[in-house]
């Protein structure tokens, strides 16, 4: 059950550069009317000192990067500001005290051959090894795709182009 009653809690995950952020904004803006907030769990990772290793890397990519207590003090702070509440992130549906306050949830595929060309073309951090690459999505095997016989999940495809008002009137939130 979501911390606040009259804020909807939308969870939002998937592989890296599958479209969470995109769609998460993308639905933001077209919530006209609504006052909505979007929480990266990519800010609420815990200082680098802090995570674990895997050979000469930070693991990013595990639940073990992120801070889900201050997460869920952020939603939770929002649900008093807002009338919407996007929480996204590669591990969004990995903590169950955060998913149990999403009233809707999508979870966004990604072809291997896709995830492998988009992952190599985002040279935000610089180029990484194509080790680290496989170790990505390993990681999001792992943690990253929920339980769909527990919970309902919208499923998009994000080799495709998403089909923002489809979307947002499948959460029926307007």
């Known amino acids: 059950m979501s911390p606040h009653k009259h ?3 939308i969870g939002i995950g998937g592989v890296s550069r599958s479209g969470k952020s995109f769609l998460a904004h993308s639905l933001a803006g077209e919530l006209r009317g609504k006052k909505t ?3 990266s769990q990519d800010d609420f990772v815990f200082p680098e000192t802090d995570i674990p290793l895997i050979r000469d890397h930070i693991d990013w990519e595990s639940p ?3 801070d ?3 997460f869920r003090n952020h939603i939770a702070q929002s649900g008093d500001a807002y009338d919407i509440i996007i929480a996204e992130g ?3 549906f990995a903590d169950p005290q955060t ?3 999403y009233d809707r949830r999508i979870h966004i595929t990604l072809d291997y051959e896709e995830f492998i060309k988009r992952k190599r073309e985002d040279l935000r951090w610089g180029k990484e090894p194509e080790w680290y690459i496989r170790h990505i999505w390993d990681s999001y095997l792992k943690y990253g795709i929920p339980d769909f016989e527990e919970t309902p999940y919208i499923r998009l495809d994000g080799n495709q182009e998403f089909d923002i008002p489809g979307i947002v009137k499948k959460l029926r939130l307007i």
């Open 64 to 66: 073990a990067s992120i």
């Open 7 to 9: 804020a909807a809690i």
């Open 68 to 70: 889900f207590d201050k």
């Open 90 to 92: 590669l591990f969004a």
């Open 99 to 101: 998913n149990q306050w």
């Open 37 to 39: 907030i979007v929480l």
